[in-house]
């Protein structure tokens, strides 16, 4: 029987289960080395020429064949990429709008109401308007189970106020959620702050002039 006279790789190959070939072809497509498209177990030449490469890049003897060594090696070498690319933390890209020569980006609060926000790294708590929190109290998605307390602001002109602070459930900006983020409370005139509160909380953010995109990347620690 021809199996009977293969030796070294070539036995070792041709001795895997169709489903081992299978995941083997779809490593290879995994490192860029073979087209993506259904993987069929069959190594013929497109298949060959990948192993070729990826043995001669990786220092590995060339033989064409996968060996035992080197499906347990190819199979790591995915493992790990995965685990790397598991760890990159996600992008996301939100869109701002133009309100009055201002760039605001949309925030759901607690699930019951969204308003356009300005991101200002300068103040310490997101800041909304207090008949937005009467809002959320009419809803039920505040209660005095959320307040903190107060504390003094010192305002641009160099005054101070107090303000009431508590914390929101919820706040959704584009498809990220964070949770139970401190939020203070302003008159009813200002405009809604997207703040420390809420910043400190991502891996990182930055706003994309030229796009005009606020971008959020990841959660911090």
Do not use: C
Not at 13 to 37: C, F, I, M, S, T
Not at 192 to 203: D, E, T
Request: net charge negative.
């Amino acid at each position: 029987m021809w199996l009977s006279q293969l030796t070294g790789p070539a036995r070792e190959e041709a001795d895997r289960v169709p489903e081992e070939h299978l995941k083997l072809q779809q490593d290879l497509q995994q490192l860029g080395l073979l087209p993506a498209g259904p993987a069929d177990g069959i190594y013929a030449q497109e298949t060959r020429s990948a192993i070729l490469a990826w043995q001669n890049s990786r220092g590995r003897p060339v033989t064409g064949f996968l060996s035992n060594a080197d499906a347990s090696t190819l199979k790591q070498e995915v493992t790990t990429a995965r685990a790397a690319s598991s760890d990159v933390p996600t992008a996301r890209d939100i869109p701002l709008q133009n309100a009055g020569g201002v760039y605001v980006v949309p925030v759901r609060i607690n699930g019951v109401i969204t308003l356009d926000f300005i991101v200002d790294s300068g103040a310490s708590d997101v800041v909304i308007p207090a008949d937005v929190a009467m809002t959320l109290i009419r809803t039920g998605t505040i209660s005095n189970a959320d307040y903190i307390g107060n504390t003094e602001y010192m305002l641009a002109d160099g005054s101070t106020a107090k303000s009431d602070r508590f914390t929101l459930r919820e706040l959704k900006v584009g498809e990220l959620t964070l949770s139970n983020v401190t939020a203070s409370i302003s008159s009813v005139k200002s405009t809604p702050l997207l703040g420390q509160s809420f910043l400190s909380k991502l891996g990182s953010w930055s706003i994309d002039n030229n796009r005009h995109v606020l971008r959020l990347t990841g959660l911090g620690n």
